[in-house]
């Protein structure tokens, strides 16, 4: 029986773009429509065939592996939980109470991205807006360290950019657009003024914009024109202060080009002070650029469940935080952990290769959706259903709104949220 | 002549599409085991646009085709996946994240 669903929502980055139009034929998906090139896939190859779990590669019943699982968490004496993003909040509760309940560190994959942006929030404080203000209101839009047109492609057309909004009735007539990056990429060409930094220079840039922006003077290196800070002309930092003061609504978006580079935190505290201190000469909001569908959900659920928003150790009977300390990639490469749970990610695939290895030495349990290289190496898996497309959940968009997705296909394999709660039954 | 360059790493759409389509096929290889340069380095380096070319830093090296990219001279990028991670090291500066960006790495023909 075929079928057409409205307004599903994708889930592969932190736009949660909720106006997709998915055609369902017998249970499978034919036909998606409105969804960018980078969340196409997650339709097209998923495989909502019913799978069995797997113990040390054998197919065993789900009571089985339950089991298995519940025995290697008793037994641990240091487990690490990690992942989380690609789940659904309803999960990602049950993740922490599991963690809480064994006196496991957990962490998120917040912590190889924008871990950093959360450090910041912390020391600064948090200028942010909703991207329905953005696209409503703002005038002046800025991307620094970030790569939308490869990374979050809808990003433009739907909120930032492109759309017309209700004091923005022009669409990008209406907007002024500036690029701060190393490099030239497939989002120079949306920008009005490009401003190419030095690698590493990104501190010295924001240092120079915060003191134009108070009115003070800037020497920069070199001699009237040639005159520079971090690779960029000082006239172009002059000019790029005076359109943020007289903007009417000023919006910058980070990305991982600030958190993954020399400074990490120190740099990223630099723009949200920058953007509070704009504050007192108009409105300008900051909002990280998340990755994964639903780690802004995974920051927010740690946070109201531990107080912390990744990098947490329960062993002491309580939460205690520690970036570098309880953080995944950490605890890997110092081999403290004895047993690892990992929810709905992969970070065989995506953690320097000596953290990565690390996983394939100790019993790894994990939940997953679809086969990857974490599940090549895991002790135990189960391939649960896929929040969005054959169940439903909360994931939150990347300026902090929830949004409810709903399941395109019948749902045909247990949640996270299920596998969860048994495992919290035998822990 | 140098061969040190500052490596960053990220996602592109080919990456995406790949690790969709599972990170054991073809595809998720062919779209993450890539060195993108400026081209002027690359002929300085004696390198075709395809070429291999081993690309080394103090955690471990890897050899892959090096294709001409719109980048400044002395920079290189590599797409995010495994292929680039046997080149970060755990060093995370009491963050919890590694340097994925900004990396000292060394290129040469492979």
Not at chain 1, 58 to 65: L, Q
Not at chain 1, 70 to 98: C, F
Not at chain 1, 322 to 342: H, K, N, Y
Request: aromatic residues 6%; contains cysteine; proline residues 6%.
């Amino acid at each position: 029986m075929s079928e057409v669903v409205e307004n599903a929502v994708c889930t592969f980055c932190g736009c949660l773009c909720d106006d997709i139009v998915v055609e369902v034929d017998d249970g499978r998906i034919t036909n998606v429509k409105r969804v960018c090139a980078s969340g196409r896939g997650l339709f097209n190859h998923y495989d909502p065939t019913p799978r069995q779990p797997t113990v040390n590669g054998k197919e065993v019943t789900w009571e089985e592996a339950i089991a298995e699982a519940g025995r290697v968490l008793r037994e641990a004496d240091s487990p690490l939980m990690y992942g989380l993003s690609s789940s659904a909040i309803e999960a990602q509760r049950k993740n922490i109470q599991l963690a809480d309940r064994l006196g496991a560190m957990i962490d998120t994959t917040s912590s190889v991205c924008h871990g950093p942006t959360g450090l910041a929030m912390q020391a600064v404080g948090e200028p942010t807006c909703t991207l329905g203000e953005v696209r409503n209101r703002a005038d002046l839009v800025v991307f620094w360290g970030c790569n939308p047109a490869e990374s979050h492609p809808r990003h433009v057309t739907r909120y930032s950019v492109t759309p017309k909004g209700m004091l923005t009735p022009n669409g990008r007539k209406d907007r002024t657009v500036v690029l701060v990056d190393v490099r030239p990429t497939a989002s120079t060409r949306l920008a009005d003024l490009f401003l190419q930094v030095r690698p590493g220079a990104d501190f010295e840039v924001l240092t120079t914009l915060r003191t134009l922006t108070q009115g003070l003077g800037v020497r920069g290196q070199g001699v009237g024109a040639e005159e520079e800070v971090g690779g960029v002309p000082l006239v172009a930092l002059e000019e790029l202060a005076e359109k943020m003061k007289s903007c009417r609504f000023g919006v910058a978006f980070m990305g991982m080009g600030l958190t993954q580079t020399r400074g990490r935190d120190l740099t990223v505290s630099e723009l949200f002070t920058l953007v509070a201190e704009l504050n007192q000469y108009t409105r300008f909001s900051v909002i990280p650029m998340r990755g994964h569908g639903n780690v802004a959900g995974a920051d927010q659920v740690m946070t109201w469940q531990s107080g912390y928003p990744f990098a947490v150790s329960f062993a002491r009977g309580y939460p205690v935080y520690g970036p570098g300390e309880f953080s995944a990639v950490d605890v890997l490469a110092r081999q403290e952990a004895d047993t690892a749970l990992i929810l709905a990610s992969d970070p065989v695939a995506h953690f320097p290769k000596a953290a990565a290895e690390q996983l394939g030495q100790i019993p790894t349990i994990v939940l997953d959706p679809m086969p990857n290289m974490t599940t090549e190496v895991a002790s135990v898996v189960f391939p649960t259903a896929c929040y969005g497309l054959d169940a439903a959940g909360t994931a939150y968009r990347m300026d902090g709104v929830p949004i409810r997705l709903r399941p395109v296909l019948s749902s045909t394999r247990p949640t996270d949220e299920e596998i969860l709660d048994r495992l919290i039954a035998v822990s | 002549m140098s061969r040190r360059f500052r490596l960053i790493t990220g996602r592109t759409r080919k990456q995406a599409d790949g690790l969709h389509r599972g990170k054991e096929t073809e595809a998720y290889r062919q779209a993450t085991a890539l060195v993108e340069m400026n081209a002027d380095d690359m002929t300085r380096l004696g390198v075709e646009d395809g070429a291999m070319v081993q690309v080394r830093t103090s955690t471990g090296a890897v050899d892959v085709p090096a294709r001409a990219g719109e980048l400044p001279l002395g920079l290189v990028f590599m797409p995010l996946g495994p292929t680039a991670n046997a080149l970060v090291g755990t060093e995370t500066e009491a963050t919890g994240i590694p340097p994925f960006k900004g990396l000292e790495v060394e290129v040469e023909p492979a």
